[in-house]
């Protein structure tokens, strides 16, 4: 017998700058099981804290091999994703990530209600979402930052400089 699909939708309107943002971890070396996991008891503990701005928080599981997971996740808006990034200890996580992946890479994808789309890739040997049909990039000078790459203003300073990165 067939059943009547029960189609619902969602009023957004009270999320007028809404940002969803896709996170994974991906393991490019066997001893980057270790820093996965380690990864992911810290990210657990600072959702717990329940950050300014964050709607929700629930995790994506995209590949067992190469294990490949991460997280989705719904801000309020861009200055609230961007005030928690560069908090503690969110902001130590990615100053020791960029100076050392620990074997492991690791990407995000970010999507806004207002308009802008933006990526980055960050030792993921194989392109994937945007990277597999857009195209790759350096993520340099202008491209460094996640605001500069929605198109949007950012008077904060990064969490880690581009200078301090790549002349350190």
């Given at each position: 017998m067939p059943t009547r699909v029960n189609r619902q939708t969602v009023d957004l309107s009270a999320y007028p700058d809404l940002i969803v943002l896709y996170l994974g971890m991906r393991v490019n070396r066997l001893y980057g099981i270790r820093t996965?996991?380690?990864?992911?008891?810290?990210?657990s503990e600072s959702v717990e804290g329940k950050p300014d701005g964050l709607l929700l928080h629930e995790p994506v599981y995209y590949s067992f091999f190469p294990m490949n997971m991460g997280m989705r996740q719904y801000w309020?808006?861009?200055?609230?994703?961007?005030?928690?990034?560069?908090?503690?200890?969110?902001r130590q996580w990615w100053l020791d990530f960029l100076r050392d992946?620990?074997?492991?890479?690791?990407?995000?994808?970010?999507?806004?209600?207002?308009?802008g789309m933006e990526a980055v890739y960050d030792d993921v040997p194989k392109p994937l979402g945007f990277g597999?049909?857009?195209?790759i990039q350096r993520a340099r000078g202008p491209m460094f930052g996640s605001a500069s790459r929605l198109g949007r203003s950012d008077?904060?300073?990064?969490?880690?400089?581009e200078k301090d990165l790549y002349e350190s």
């Open positions: 996965f996991f380690s990864f992911g008891r810290k990210i309020r808006d861009l200055p609230s994703l961007l005030a928690f990034a560069r908090s503690e200890p969110h992946s620990g074997g492991t890479g690791f990407w995000h994808e970010t999507y806004s209600v207002r308009g597999r049909f857009a195209g008077d904060g300073s990064p969490v880690l400089n």
